[in-house]
């Protein structure tokens, strides 16, 4: 029984996490066609149709046969899309179709099919993993030898290489694999009743393919597949449900990658080792100075070997060494590795022996650790690329090869002038000496060239008999052997370390233009900015058009929000594949594997914490984008610029949610004035009421008129700190509609102190207006209001009987009104502050506590007249100066007055 | 006949209905109305105000302008279109714009919420003499130290006579006639410039600052033509009226 201990792992519980809301996916996988997958797949259809399950066919091939073509009856299927592709017809799955109908499962037949061109996926496979992923349940057919670790495998046992492949991982995300088995006898029954293929071809069939051997084999090898998949799930189940169990103890598998075509082969077969002991694998690939002299086909195969490791499951290292096999030793043993992948060699025997064999070195040093030294089958084409990449191709340059000749001629000279005035045996040396400056300036080729010249010239200007090509001297013969030996072998190395040095430079560039970007965006803080910055960067880095995609404000797909050169708008399938990009972080578009018939190609911006957008490029060259070093440059430079991107939206979400803390500060400010102020003059007034009302015999009518006028001042006390909450909120909600008049500065004023009445009537009030007054264009209430709010605030913080002025007076454009008290004025650090909302002065004692909100709702009041207010002490006295500015407009005109006041 | 010893037709036993649809407002308006002896009828709606203007024949409505079936500015258009009695109306602060529609759709005043009870009985009583009196012109009107006779045209302050111009007289006539009660800019404009000047309030501004200078002790703080900002202006009752 099993023992429960633990936790759940949590690798276990993010699987399943990451199940939730996926669609089911269920295989019918058979060893070899005909054995009836498709008629299983729709028997189990209609079950689940009967069972009330909302099932639409996406495609099934019936191939004509008509048992199958039966059982579609009654099952709603989807029309298939309609592709004119090269004058042919043909028709796929309408995947947009099905994810729009949306039903509970979808019958898609033949999971290895490759898509016409111009379909969304290359591959069907795709396809399926866009409808699991949208929640949709599906059924598939599979063939066993189109699994891809299989393939080679297969190949071996039927020598015919099926093309159409589908990755490991799908069959790993199956949660149900029913394999549809017959056997051999009966399968090749039905081939020969012609119930999978027309007689010819059946007879055809039977004799390549179908021959009892192989069926025997590929029906063994679709149920060792299926067995290791429930093995794997009994496992998963174990770990999610903490059922500890006989785990094999820390297998770890190590691949060695080189750029040999047959490395694929060795990556599937370590996949099988990892599967079969099932342990995690990587694979490793050392990047020596050897790597520095490949040639762009053999790096991009290298890195398409590195992701179809990736594809298959394995976790990938590059690392830089000096020498191979120190660095898988070292490698393996610091990572616990038990085994050990490796290729055979197919160098020869001399090669070894001259340059050692890695294999070799291996299996002396690995001590512990098992060594696999597979033979892989070469006759294998190398991967298709992920991304396809622009072969570099060197330009055959005619000025390298005029100059070598040039330099010959030169050598040629001063070996004649040499040989007038003394006569000397190694004027060979001359001519070594342009094949040495050959090598320097352009290369290998050239200088190869130069030397083979550099031999005829000196054969024919120095070696007697001369002028001839003929030699009579076998010394000179051997002399002219070791020229060429020697010249060849200066070539060889001066050209080596000159394409170092190219290498190097290049590098060196890189690098300088990766860190003048990484200085460049560092320094931007405006997301707009930054954008630009990296659009134009990559542009013209890379001599292309970029375009830059971040997920739209409103959540809902992605805006174009730079390019280089400007660009806004996509079109549609170019912003399909965009899209794509974006949900599933790959890329997609031109030379991709979704979406290939787009114009850009789309990467995804990432950052270790996932995607923040999606760049994509385009370039005028037909065929693919780019070279593997400008991919590879591409890449950094979108590593640097997802990561500033992030950096700067990080610093968004921060300054955000500081302004949100202060706006919590405000509110919690807000609530605690508020709360304050209903409520003191709240209890007043209920204290008040029920006193009358509870004990009216008590009061004599000094008292009850003492208790009334109470009443009456908390009443317009709460009044008016309610009209200044209306009057706030208006302010802030925008809701003010100013009707803007001329207006007479004195009548306000007066309008101001009669309503202010009672406020300011612990005060004396002195109004001084200077005579003539322009009117000022002005909204009456809103201004009326402003003044009132510094009545009551002159009158809050002045003690009573004090003394109020109000000024006002013309200063320039500007007309001036002043209140000024005699209070104890305003500490010079609050001048500004006092118009912040619920600020108050702290004064001594509590009862002139206000409201706080009066003296900002003058400013907003005033600023939206088009006029300032500023707070000041005065400098006469103690007290505090309030002053509003409005500017003078042009009067009514002033022509038409005296004709009215005499009209 | 000097306007001072005439006996003006007091509250006693007229009808007032007043049309609010909160509860505690009419409860305090009933309460204190009565009070004062008025007879008081109560509508919630509009509808129900309606069928009581025409049941009950009201000397006075007291129309709040937030009704639950109909804005109170129809019904003051309705009402009007067969009767003319005095409407008072309770509007909310900030709403000069209501304010000023109410006034030109035939309301006689208004006053804001909040309101106090002594305020509000001396607009009732203002929109009730007017209607009382609303043929015969009034031939003299006496405020504290101000005395106007419209009738022989002229005007004294603390006994001393005061010059105006034919307009400013104009101005003060129709303030007089309508004393104690708001008369909106838009009003003051067409019947004293005419109707081609009812928009110019500028010109009415000028106008009441010079009658301010005149006849006024304090100018900036007028006891006599009251402002009524964003509305229009009022000519004070003598104390003895307000009262």
């Known amino acids: 029984m099993a023992e429960r201990e633990g936790r759940p792992s949590p690798e276990a519980l993010l699987a399943a996490a990451k199940q939730e809301g996926r669609g089911r996916l269920k295989i019918f996988l058979g060893a070899a066609p005909g054995v009836g997958k498709t008629y299983e797949m729709l028997l189990s259809a209609q079950a689940r149709r009967r069972d009330g399950v909302d099932v639409v066919v996406g495609i099934v091939e019936t191939h004509g046969r008509r048992e199958t073509e039966a059982l579609l009856d009654g099952l709603e299927v989807v029309a298939r899309q309609q592709d004119d592709y090269k004058g042919h017809l043909l028709a796929e799955m309408d995947l947009d179709a099905i994810l729009k109908r949306r039903p509970q499962l979808v019958l898609v037949d033949e999971l290895a099919h490759t898509n016409a061109p111009g379909s969304r996926h290359p591959k069907r496979y795709l396809d399926v993993e866009e409808l699991i992923a949208a929640g949709i349940d599906v059924f598939t057919t599979l063939n066993i030898q189109h699994v891809e670790s299989l393939n080679d495998v297969i190949a071996r046992i039927t020598r015919i290489r099926v093309r159409e492949t589908v990755p490991d991982s799908i069959l790993d995300q199956a949660d149900d694999i029913e394999v549809v088995d017959l056997s051999p006898e009966d399968l090749t029954k039905r081939l020969r009743e012609g119930k999978v293929y027309v007689p010819q071809q059946a007879e055809r069939a039977i004799r390549h393919y179908f021959s009892t051997g192989n069926l025997t084999a590929l029906r063994e090898l679709a149920l060792r597949r299926t067995a290791q998949r429930v093995d794997e799930q009994l496992l998963s189940h174990m770990r999610e449900h903490a059922i500890s169990g006989p785990w094999p103890a820390g297998e770890r598998v190590l691949v060695c990658v080189s750029e040999a075509p047959a490395t694929a082969g060795l990556i599937r077969y370590a996949r099988r080792v990892a599967d079969h002991v099932r342990a995690p694998w990587t694979a490793i690939y050392v990047e020596t100075a050897r790597t520095q002299r490949l040639g762009n086909a053999e790096r991009d195969r290298i890195a398409d070997f590195l992701r179809l490791a990736e594809r298959l499951g394995a976790s990938t290292i590059t690392i830089p060494g000096r020498n191979i096999a120190e660095e898988v030793v070292a490698y393996s043993t610091s990572n616990n590795i038990t085994q050990i992948v490796i290729g055979k060699s197919d160098r020869s025997r001399w090669f070894e022996m001259v340059h050692g064999s890695v294999v070799h070195e291996l299996v002396r040093k690995t001590g512990q650790i098992s060594v696999h030294v597979i033979s892989a089958d070469d006759s294998e084409a190398p991967p298709p690329k992920s991304v396809q990449t622009r072969p570099t191709v060197e330009p055959f340059r005619m000025e390298a090869y005029l100059g070598s000749i040039g330099f010959t001629g030169v050598a040629l000279g001063i070996g004649l002038l040499i040989k007038q005035v003394i006569a000397v045996q190694s004027i060979s040396l001359v001519f070594l000496t342009a094949v040495l400056a050959s090598a320097i300036a352009w290369g290998l080729w050239p200088s190869m060239f130069t030397a083979v010249v550099s031999m005829l010239a000196y054969n024919f200007f120095f070696l007697p008999p001369i002028y001839t090509f003929t030699i009579a001297d076998p010394e000179n013969v051997l002399a002219l052997f070791f020229f060429l030996v020697v010249a060849v072998i200066v070539s060889n190395v001066t050209a080596r370390a000159r394409s170092q040095i190219v290498t190097a430079r290049s590098r060196a560039k890189t690098t300088a233009e990766l860190y003048a970007f990484s200085r460049k965006v560092a320094g931007i803080g405006a997301v707009d900015d930054l954008l630009w910055a990296t659009a134009f960067q990559i542009s013209s880095m890379l001599n292309v058009r970029t375009v830059l995609l971040l997920p739209a404000k409103d959540g809902e797909g992605l805006d174009v929000v730079s390019g280089y050169p400007p660009e806004d708008h996509l079109d549609d399938a170019d912003m399909a594949a965009a899209r794509w990009t974006w949900e599933h972080n790959r890329a997609a578009g031109r030379g991709a594997d979704t979406l290939p018939g787009g114009k850009r190609l789309f990467l995804p911006l990432r950052t270790g914490s996932g995607s923040v957008g999606v760049i994509g490029i385009d370039r005028d060259v037909p065929g693919p984008l780019l070279t593997p070093d400008e991919r590879r440059l591409l890449d950094a430079l979108c590593d640097q610029a997802a990561v500033a991107i992030e950096r700067i939206s990080l610093a968004k979400g921060l300054d955000e949610a500081r302004v949100l803390a202060e706006t919590e500060r405000l509110r919690a400010a807000l609530l605690t004035s508020i709360s304050h102020d209903l409520r003191t003059p709240l209890a007043s007034i209920l204290g008040t009421v029920s006193s009358l009302r509870s004990f009216p015999e008590k009061y004599g009518a000094t008292e009850r008129e003492e208790l009334l006028a109470t009443l009456q001042d908390e009443a317009e006390r709460l009044n008016r700190f309610v009209a200044n909450l209306l009057d706030m909120t208006r302010l802030e909600s925008g809701a003010i509609e100013l009707k803007i008049e001329f207006i007479d500065v004195a009548e306000i004023i007066g309008s101001a102190l009669q309503r202010a009445g009672n406020v300011l009537a612990g005060h004396r009030v002195e109004v001084e207006i200077e005579p003539g007054l322009p009117m000022l264009r002005l909204d009456a209430v809103l201004f009326e209001q402003v003044l009132f709010n510094l009545f009551d605030n002159a009158a809050k913080y002045s003690p009573a009987g004090s003394r109020i002025d109000l000024r006002a007076k013309r200063d320039g454009e500007l007309v001036e009104i002043e209140v000024v008290d005699e209070g104890p004025g305003i500490p010079p650090a609050d001048f500004e502050r006092i118009f912040n909302k619920f600020y108050r002065v702290q004064a001594q004692d509590r009862r002139r506590a206000g409201t706080g909100l009066g003296l900002a709702i003058c400013r907003g009041f005033v600023e939206a007249l088009g006029g300032w207010i500023v707070a000041r002490n005065r400098r006469d006295r103690s007290g505090a100066v309030l002053t509003i500015r409005m500017p003078v407009v042009p009067e009514i005109d002033a022509a038409r007055q005296p004709a009215m006041a005499h009209g | ?243």
């Open chain 2, 1 to 243: 006949m000097r306007l001072a010893s005439r006996r003006w037709p007091m509250a006693k036993g007229n009808a007032v209905l007043v049309v609010d649809d909160e509860p505690p407002i009419r409860r305090f308006l009933r309460t204190s109305l009565a009070a004062s002896d008025y007879r008081v009828v109560e509508a919630d709606d509009a509808a129900n105000a309606m069928r009581l203007l025409a049941a009950e024949k009201p000397d006075l409505v007291v129309l709040d302008l937030g009704l639950p079936d109909r804005s109170g500015l129809e019904l003051i258009a309705e009402i009007r279109k067969t009767s003319t009695v005095p409407i008072v109306v309770l509007s909310a602060r900030h709403d000069e714009r209501s304010k000023v529609e109410a006034l030109d759709l035939g309301a006689d005043d208004y006053i804001s919420k909040p309101f106090g009870m002594a305020e509000l009985m001396a607009r009732l009583r203002a929109a009730l003499r007017h209607a009382f009196q609303a043929q015969g012109e009034l031939p003299a009107f006496v405020s504290g130290d101000l005395t106007v006779d419209l009738v022989r045209r002229h005007v004294t302050r603390e006994g001393q006579e005061v010059k105006l111009s034919p307009k400013e007289f104009d101005l003060l006539r129709h303030l007089v006639t309508h004393a104690g009660k708001v008369l909106t800019h838009r009003h003051l404009l067409r019947e004293v410039w005419g109707p081609a000047q009812a928009e110019e309030v500028q010109y009415l501004r000028v106008f009441i600052r010079g009658l301010r200078q005149k006849l006024e002790p304090d100018p900036t703080r007028p006891t006599h033509i009251l402002t009524e900002l964003g509305v229009g202006y009022r000519l004070q009752l003598p104390p003895e009226q307000r009262a």
